[in-house]
């Protein structure tokens, strides 16, 4: 099994940047793709961006481009997400997790691991 545990969440002005972590512990991971999810209340878990096993693709959503990175470091079995020009629409609880590899990489329901969570509140 893999266990993962997301970090790197808190508060932060609209314009700032954030970057979260999840490692994972239990067994490697390196051929499982490694998704990021966020989740507000009241919302359903949407997801933000996704990176292959060899770390050589992403997909990222739409809201996410050309802002967010996500990355990957199969031997410390690390996957970060690096977000920049946050704004108040990104306050939610971010997940990682992780699944086998799939071309439906944006579903929730292909990940069979998660993490807890971590908190991003971006302020106005």
């Known amino acids: 099994q893999v266990q993962l545990v997301e970090s790197g969440g808190g508060l932060v002005q609209a314009g700032g940047s954030l970057r979260l972590s999840c490692a994972a512990s239990?067994?490697?991971?390196?051929?499982?793709?490694m998704g990021w999810f966020r989740q507000a209340p009241g919302k359903e878990r949407e997801f933000v961006a996704v990176?292959?096993?060899?770390?050589?693709?992403?997909y990222y959503a739409d809201s996410a481009k050309g802002r967010f990175t996500i990355s990957r470091d199969s031997a410390a079995n690390t996957v970060d997400l690096q977000m920049n020009s946050l704004t108040p629409e990104d306050t939610a609880v971010y997940y990682c997790?992780?699944?086998?590899?799939?071309?439906?990489?944006?579903?929730?329901?292909?990940?069979?691991?998660w993490g807890q969570g971590t908190q991003v509140t971006v302020s106005s």
């Open positions: 239990g067994r490697t991971f390196s051929h499982y793709i």
């Open positions: 997790a992780a699944g086998s590899p799939t071309l439906l990489l944006a579903r929730a329901d292909r990940y069979d691991y």
């Open positions: 990176i292959g096993s060899s770390g050589g693709t992403k």
